[in-house]
């Protein structure tokens, strides 16, 4: 391989290099875009249409986990939304630990990302979980975070589940069952808006366990015939979900077991048994729902049957294994041994019981004590007795205070929304009296105005009068203004025209005559040319035609120019190409001066320029060259870079020195001199402006060196 073309090679090996590396970049990032977007639709799609069943919720914690793998430290959206699916799937497993760490993940995510309505999601999910996992001060805070976010946001769905979730706080732990109420109904009213309007079966079932909870509360309330009647619109979404069917199935028994409907309450037991075996997980729902029938059955004094539905709920807690489940099996185990007169297996029940119902069921745990102090009497233990008892007294007393602070809470908010509504009735009345007020000054102001609409009239006329004078001086100015353009466009389109008839009138007639001439002597005297003097005679009119050619191209590209719309089109040019289709074009009249052209040093590849713009002018400046230096000279092309990091283009020839003044006198002058510039310096100043270079021309004894400066 020649020397010469070993740094090319390299250069092009550099190049294809580079190039490999983007593409494979660019196909990389494109396949992790692809594989997130992947596994961020199987999430949103598993919980849009949610069912309970175990392998949606494997699929959640499993497709969650691998798009978390797969997410840089930036993708807060994306994290948010593999953190709140690998949660709901704990969470249905009721792994609440798991769910925990990832909810806390994805309302961290969600405000990184400033997501901050899909954050109430995670932190409603947080304030169930902290109450399950004994973290109340948590939980508080949750909840208080959550009630501050509910009067910003205005978006229906997410505060109906902003309602629905304060409503679970207020019930399950803070037993203020009259607010948890109204957080639920309005809930269930924004939601049932939603449920009419849209088909997604997710959404109807989230209006469904809405009305479930308004149920739940009329049940605590010991109201079965209220919580029936919102149950039975819950009817029509049956059928489509496994765990809603439990969850609404459980409700049923509850309202049964009230009315004491053994049979009804049978029949919804063994739904729930029917549809809890389809597929097998920890279902609470069994544990509770044992329990009813077992105290239904307690109190109609059947005990077999009572114990045989303990022993039901026992099986299913232990699966669960969660304190919450075992304390009411064992609560209810005590009830049974209690009934039964079993007194010593009655007290390590209720002992059992104790810890885990003290902390997830205040109400009930004031009956435990009560049913501990009874039996451990029974037994004789009056010291332990008196203990139970004072427990008992202590906590009835602060669950009682904690209901009268309720109702206090309620008693206040009812007495300022009629104090309000007092008020408001008051000022209606004010407003009343000011009106009246107001229409008799009306009355007066009347008068007032209609002598001063006179006055008005008057100098509204006057103001007319002014204005249309005014208007017309503006507007005339503005005429004035509009001439005095179309003059100065007429003016530079003159300058243009006569440029154009100078220019056409002398670099054009010239070779024209030449070829008229010769083809004329050829017509008359065909013989009047031997054969080695026509082929000279050719050759230079070759060169002639050639020449006249370009400038015809020149000229084109310098009227098309001069148009008013005319734009750039810029690109990366090959600057090596460039300058061998430059010297291409010249090569034989250099050669007809035996004058050598070569392409000098090249300091760069690439220049961003108009390809055509640059290409003129760059032959323009060579053609100059060619015409004012000596015989058997060499001419270079170089392009470099100067101090100032500016890339340049530079021709040097060898001719007769120019003189600063004359130089300056080349640059400047605007007017076309036919013998040392002719159009091309013309041309080549204006185009070399219009592409934002600058031309800069040296003489000394070395030569002349004719400078393109890119800016």
């Known amino acids: 391989m020649h020397l010469k073309t070993l740094p090319i090679c390299l250069l092009l090996w550099s190049m294809l290099s580079n190039m490999f590396f983007c593409s494979t970049s660019y196909a990389q990032q494109d396949r992790y875009d692809q594989l997130l977007k992947e596994k ?40 948010f939304l593999f953190n709140q699916a690998i949660g709901n799937g704990f969470y249905y497993k009721q792994d609440f630990k798991q769910a925990k760490d990832h909810f806390e993940q994805a309302y961290s995510e969600a405000l990184k990302a400033g997501l901050l309505e899909k954050s109430l999601k995670s932190l409603g999910n947080l304030i169930a979980i902290y109450h399950y996992l004994g973290m109340q001060g948590k939980a508080d805070d949750a909840a208080q975070k959550l009630k501050l976010l509910a009067e910003a946001t205005d978006t229906l769905k997410n505060k109906s589940d902003i309602y629905y979730n304060l409503g679970l706080y207020n019930q399950q732990q803070k037993f203020y069952y009259g607010i948890a109420l109204s957080y639920f109904l309005k809930s269930a009213a924004l939601h049932k808006h939603i449920a009419d309007t849209v088909k997604a079966v997710k959404s109807k079932l989230d209006y469904g366990v809405k009305l479930m909870m308004v149920s739940e509360i009329y049940i605590y309330l010991k109201q079965p015939h209220k919580a029936l009647q919102y149950l039975n619109e819950v009817n029509p ?25 053994r049979k009804v309450a049978l029949k919804y037991y063994n739904l729930l048994y029917s549809v809890s075996g389809k597929v097998h997980g920890k279902w609470s729902e069994l544990v509770s729902s044992s329990l009813e029938i077992a105290a239904l059955a307690l109190k109609d004094k059947d005990y077999p049957l009572a114990k045989s539905y303990i022993d039901r709920a026992d099986q299913q807690a232990k699966l669960d294994s969660n304190e919450m489940l075992t304390s009411a099996v064992n609560l209810s185990y005590g009830d049974y041994y209690k009934s039964i007169g079993n007194y010593l297996l009655a007290v390590k029940y209720y002992k059992a019981s104790e810890h885990g119902t003290a902390i997830y069921d205040k109400e009930r745990y004031v009956d435990l004590l009560k049913s501990l102090t009874a039996v451990t009497i029974m037994l004789g233990g009056k010291a332990g007795a008196q203990n ?33 509504q007092q008020k408001i009735g008051l000022l209606n009345k004010e407003n009343e009296a000011k009106n009246m007020e107001l229409l008799q000054e009306r009355n007066a102001r009347w008068l007032l105005i209609g002598g001063a609409l006179l006055l008005l009239v008057a100098l509204v006329l006057i103001y007319v009068n002014y204005r249309s004078k005014q208007k017309a001086n503006l507007l005339l100015d503005k005429k004035n203004k509009q001439l005095d353009v179309i003059n100065e466009e007429l003016f530079v389109a003159n300058q243009t025209k006569a440029k154009l008839f100078g220019i056409i009138s002398h670099d054009l007639r010239s070779p024209v005559s030449q070829l008229f001439t010769f083809l004329k002597l050829q017509q008359t005297k065909p013989g009047f040319v031997n054969e ?33 719309h005319f734009e750039l089109d810029n690109e990366e040019v090959d600057v090596e190409h460039l300058l061998m289709e430059v010297l291409k074009l010249l090569r034989d009249q ?70 600063a003044e004359r130089i300056k006198e080349l640059i400047n002058d605007v007017h076309v001199n036919s013998k040392s510039s002719g159009y091309g310096l013309l041309i080549v100043k204006e185009l070399t402006g219009m592409i934002g270079a600058k031309l800069n021309i040296f003489s000394t004894k070395e030569g002349t060196t004719t400078q393109v400066v890119f800016s």
Not at 237 to 261: E, H, M, P, W
Request: hydrophobic share 35%; net charge negative; aromatic share 8%.
């Open 40 to 79: 961020k639709k199987i999430c949103e799609t598993t919980m849009a249409t949610f069912s309970g069943k175990p392998e949606s919720l494997d699929l959640l914690i499993n497709t969650g986990s691998a798009g978390l793998k797969l997410t840089r430290p930036d993708d807060h959206g994306y994290k």
């Open 237 to 261: 979404y049956l059928g489509q979900s496994i765990i809603f069917d439990i969850t609404a199935y459980g409700k049923f028994i509850r309202a049964a077991v009230l009315l004491n409907d």
């Open 388 to 420: 139970y008892f004072s427990k008992y007294v202590t906590v009835s007393d602060s669950l009682n205070q904690e209901k009268v602070s309720l109702n206090l809470a309620e008693m206040e908010a009812r007495f300022q929304n009629e104090y309000k």
């Open 532 to 564: 080695e003097s026509e082929k000279v005679h050719q050759k230079g009119l070759m060169q002639s035609s050639s020449n006249l050619l370009a400038t015809m191209e020149d000229l084109l590209l310098w009227s098309k120019s001069q148009m008013d």
């Open 590 to 659: 250099a050669e007809g001066k035996k004058m050598k052209l070569e392409i000098g040093k090249l300091d760069y590849q690439f220049v961003n320029s108009d390809y055509n713009l640059l290409f003129t002018i760059l032959r323009n400046l060579l053609q100059n060259a060619v015409n004012h230096s000596f015989s058997e000279t060499v001419i270079s092309i170089h392009a470099n870079i100067n101090a100032e990091k500016q890339q340049y283009i530079s021709i040097l020839n060898h001719g007769e020195i120019i003189p």
